[in-house]
């Protein structure tokens, strides 16, 4: 019973919000989770990354690009897409069965992507346990 009460109180103490994973300490998704956007044949991209952390860890991270399912990923992982100059809109839902399904918004954000640049985005839960993706500028 202690133990119990001991993991309550330090997960309260942590709260529901996920961990920043920098781009730089993710690992790339593995290539049967990316579906979309992998071709090369742009300067320009955009990397999203997923925290790292306890809260919806057992579920999958759903990427969109522009309304397609493109990826799917497991904390601390990345993936890069590539695609054309301008506006793209990014987004991310929480994926599976259980309480992977329960918050079936999915969260999105226009991302301009100018001539050769290189973009991040950041997929996490943040304090009050709601799901979110935003630009971020960690590398």
């Known amino acids: 019973m202690r133990k119990l009460f001991l993991f309550f109180a330090v997960l309260g103490i942590i709260g529901c919000?996920?961990?920043v994973t920098p781009p730089s300490q993710a690992s790339f998704a593995p290539s049967d989770r990316v579906f979309k956007f992998q071709q090369m044949d742009s300067t320009q991209s955009i990397t999203v990354v997923r925290d790292s952390g306890f809260i919806g860890g057992g579920c999958f991270a759903s990427v969109y690009i522009d309304g397609q399912l493109s990826a799917k990923l497991e904390p601390k992982e990345k993936v890069r897409f590539?695609?054309?100059?301008?506006?793209?809109?990014?987004?991310?839902?929480?994926?599976?069965?259980?309480?992977?399904?329960a918050n079936e918004a999915r969260q999105e954000?226009?991302?301009?992507?100018?001539?050769?640049?290189n973009k991040?985005?950041?997929?996490?839960?943040d304090e009050g346990g709601d799901f979110d993706i935003r630009p971020t500028t960690l590398k």
């Open 17 to 19: 919000s996920t961990s």
């Open 109 to 117: 954000r226009y991302i301009n992507l100018g001539e050769g640049e």
């Open 82 to 101: 590539y695609l054309p100059r301008g506006e793209h809109a990014v987004g991310a839902a929480l994926d599976g069965r259980g309480l992977c399904g």
């Open 120 to 125: 991040y985005v950041r997929v996490f839960i």
